[in-house]
């Protein structure tokens, strides 16, 4: 190894040891380009290759020596460290937390295998680059580029090619032939059109999606639960002030049927609670016969934005925050939009309480839950 | 000098009543407890909140805000106010628990309001820590994060971090909802419910972190920080070595 890159050494001082080694690497071009100095296609001179300085263990034999123990070192360690993960696996308790400084705790077999595996990889990858660079040949090469537009002749040739398939196809003469190509690859997207269409118009008898969006399982009469815990809720139960993340009772049943992850997600609600004289205007209901009852307002969960579940309701400003992208909407004032993304209010639901004195809802909301989307029309 | 009188008055105080201060919700208070709260209130708070609790263009009104109000907002330093801001921040207490009891002796006194709640009404040995995990991802976690390390709000407030909440701080301020924070009552959220998130939240703070590095358990933006910086700038060190002509 080393007489090798010795014999590269000593004749990369000189242009004339160029093409020993770059006639069979560089191509052609070096090889015209060989005699006296190198000039580059476009007819420039080349800049003139940097002096090669051989490394230590080119020239120094004890340097080699050293750098093929180092890289040896290096993959007997790697060999250690599989063993050692291996025993680690078998014999570190996998309960056992210890303290690290700076870390903290972690537990011990985490950290062990983790360590043993991943150093023992890394010092594979780093013997064989440091093998590389110190004892592998280090033959400078000079590998010139050329133009990428072909010869002439070569274009020339190509377009003649052409020409005669054209002749020869008959794709000239034989209009009836073109034409019915022509349409047949023109209606080639209505497959893929015919398919898609799918996604926005539905059959008859089904809901439109934008329907499937509108209603959820909010009824008239339907009694509000919280979540979590499904008991219903009368209004002393919540102090002004107060908030409860609420489901429809009937979302129970939705469960034990069909799994209730699109209903949940559709009639998730929240009740707020404020001093009715707090409340600057709602979404609905007359004078007499509010949405709210007695202070106590419900709004859907959803963000309008993009549908994050929200109940970050800030009591003090009556504000309830979006954490995803800050909209932020005023409870007290119609859910209106104050900041933020959102473009349309949370939907506000109309409640009252029935003939023993629990809260239900008085119909769905009046407004699509959830993002916005074209087919809303709002 | 304000907290200088306060320091004497709590001192005068607790030299004459030092009782212990375990209170019952719907206990009732001592009239020398209500008498000494009213002297401890006129002096450290009625300048902010009013000399009968009523509030002022500064600071809300105390009536209502009951015992489990005041118990929070003075046992976690968080009052008396440090400086006027978007928010009370906690710091160690000025006043000492008899003291607290005495000032929520009186704001109780003067209207109804949440109380403190019992040793037994804390005490979660047999709470069921699902219930208590699956209410915390359903009222708590979205401002207190699912780790319970709290999170922004908007206009300067935050939510503050759980990690050194104990079980009375975090029993009082649910049926307190201090600051930005609503209102969970015992109407929706049953006292063994609460013991039940007292119980996750306590194992939350109990928990260890198997893989080290917790990075805050603030989730992909200190975790995308560091490897971005930590991860990214270790590769690219080692790419510079790769290229590194060997001497």
Known sequence: MSDLTTTNTGAADGDHGHHGHDGATAGEHAEHAEHTELVLPNGRPAPAPLPHEPRRADIDPTAAKRAERQVSIMFTLAILLFLLFVVAYAAVDKTTVIALPAIGTMSASNLTLGVTFGLAIFLIGAGAIHWAKKLMPDVEVVQLRHDLVSEPQDRAEALEIFDAGAVDSGFGQRRIIRRTLIAAMALFPIPLVVILRDLWVTPPDSPTPSALLKETIWTKGERIVTDGSYQPIRPEDIPVGGLVNVVPASLLEVEETEGNLNARAKASSIIVRMRPEEIRSQQGGTPEEPWDYQGILVFSKICTHVGCPISLYQKRTHQLLCPCHQSTFDLADSAKVVFGPAARPMPQLAVTVDSEGYLVARGDFQSHIGPSFWEQGS | ?247
């Open chain 2, 1 to 247: 000098m304000l907290l200088l009188a306060l320091l004497g008055t709590g001192v005068i105080y607790a030299a004459v009543d030092s009782g212990t201060s375990a209170q019952a919700a719907d206990q009732k208070w001592s009239e020398a407890q209500i008498e000494g709260g009213k002297k401890l209130f006129a002096e450290g708070c009625s300048s902010c909140h009013g000399l009968n609790a009523q509030g002022s263009a500064i600071a809300p009104t105390l009536l209502g805000a009951g015992a489990a109000g005041v118990d929070f907002q003075v046992g976690t330093g968080r009052m008396p106010l440090a400086a006027p801001g978007a928010q009370a921040v906690a710091k160690p207490p000025v006043y000492s628990q008899t003291e607290i009891d005495a000032l929520a002796a009186y704001v109780s006194s003067l209207a109804p309001g949440p109380g403190v709640p019992t040793a037994e009404q804390l005490d979660i040995a047999t709470a069921d820590l699902a219930t208590g995990g699956e209410l915390f991802r359903t009222n708590c976690a979205q401002c207190h994060s699912f780790a319970g390390k709290g999170g922004a709000l908007s206009d300067g407030t935050a939510a503050p971090s759980l990690m050194d909440a104990t079980p009375r701080q975090i029993y009082t301020a649910m049926v307190s909802g201090p600051q930005s924070m609503p209102i969970f009552g015992n109407g929706t959220i049953t006292v063994e419910e609460k013991q039940t998130i007292i119980k996750w939240i306590a194992g939350l703070q109990a928990d260890d972190n198997p893989g080290g590095l917790a990075l805050g358990r603030l989730g992909p933006v200190t975790e995308g920080l560091f490897v971005w910086l930590i991860g990214l700038g270790a590769l690219i060190l080692v790419a510079i070595w790769i290229g590194v002509k060997a001497k």
